[in-house]
């Protein structure tokens, strides 16, 4: 599959609508999740995976506290294959563009990743997507992560 659609497949599973419970966090991940909301998501409600057919407008929201502060946090969305995170290359990597900044350890802030299309060229499937941010400033440890996954479908 390429790089491109595969890493794209991250936007769609994170959006504003509906709650979304069964997500989990990444290893290592130095955050909370309080709330992700997907829309549209109308599975969720029965607390099934997130279902998308391609031509849909998806947003994804989520609202955070990390262990960690930063005045120039990074983000990427990945679509996961196996042990590897395919990042998405047209992603503007910016954390700044999707969250309040700065980022203050234990302060809850909230993520905005506003509508994202569903290409049409994604294949039908079961993906997993993950959405991660991190202390972007150029000592900072690699430790220093807010990390979740979430399985979606492409109907």
């Known amino acids: 599959m390429n790089t491109l659609l595969l890493s794209a ?3 769609l599973a994170f959006a504003n609508g509906e709650e979304i419970k069964n997500f989990e966090m990444c290893p290592g991940t130095r955050c909370k999740i309080s709330s992700l909301d997907v829309n549209p998501c109308p599975q ?3 607390g099934k995976m997130c279902e998308f057919s391609t031509g849909l407008n998806v947003s994804v929201n989520f609202s955070y506290i990390t262990e960690f502060s930063s005045m120039v946090p990074k983000t990427n969305w990945y679509a996961v294959v196996g042990s590897l995170e ?6 503007k990597t910016d ?5 309040s ?3 203050k350890a234990g302060i809850e802030g909230k993520y905005y990743t506003g509508e994202i299309p569903l290409i049409k ?3 039908k499937g079961q993906y997993v997507g993950q959405i991660k941010f991190w202390d972007g400033t150029k000592f900072a440890s690699r430790k220093d992560h807010c990390c979740f996954r979430l399985t979606i479908k492409i109907n």
């Open 9 to 11: 497949l991250v936007f």
């Open 44 to 46: 969720s409600l029965k």
């Open 86 to 91: 395919v990042p998405n290359p047209n992603m």
């Open 95 to 99: 954390g700044c563009l999707y969250t």
């Open 101 to 103: 900044c700065p980022i």
């Open 121 to 123: 060229a994604i294949p």
